[in-house]
């Protein structure tokens, strides 16, 4: 069993910065993968980043040059840096971990880019 903690989130202009943190309770180094997803009102869950074992980073076509994606081992945490931040960024922000036999989800932290 993994917890996840989210945090970072919160109110910002548009074009503003914003890092997300999501804290492990375990060691993340023999998770296969970790990552963000996001969910606006009305819309579906959707990938945001993710970062595989093996350090490979993939990203939605949205957020690429903007968001970017990391992790310390050391402190069980993964990053999301999201820069030039647009309203369209609204949303719940996700993290999550996949093992090898599931997946685990944290309670999601809110992201609010004003106009």
């Known amino acids: 069993q993994v917890q996840l903690v989210e945090s970072g989130g919160g109110l910002v202009e548009t074009g503003g910065s914003l890092r997300l943190s999501c804290v492990a309770s375990k060691s993340i180094s023999p998770l296969k993968s970790m990552g963000w997803y996001r969910q606006a009102p009305g819309k579906q869950r959707e990938l945001v980043a993710r970062?595989?074992?093996?350090?490979?980073?993939n990203y939605a076509d949205s957020v690429k040059g903007r968001f970017t994606i990391s992790r310390d081992n050391a402190k069980n945490t993964v990053y999301l840096q999201m820069n030039s931040l647009e309203p369209e960024d609204t949303a719940a922000y996700y993290c999550y971990a996949e093992g090898f036999r599931r997946s685990y989800w944290g309670q999601g932290t809110q992201v609010t880019v004003s106009s």
């Open positions: 970062i595989i074992s093996e350090g490979t980073t």
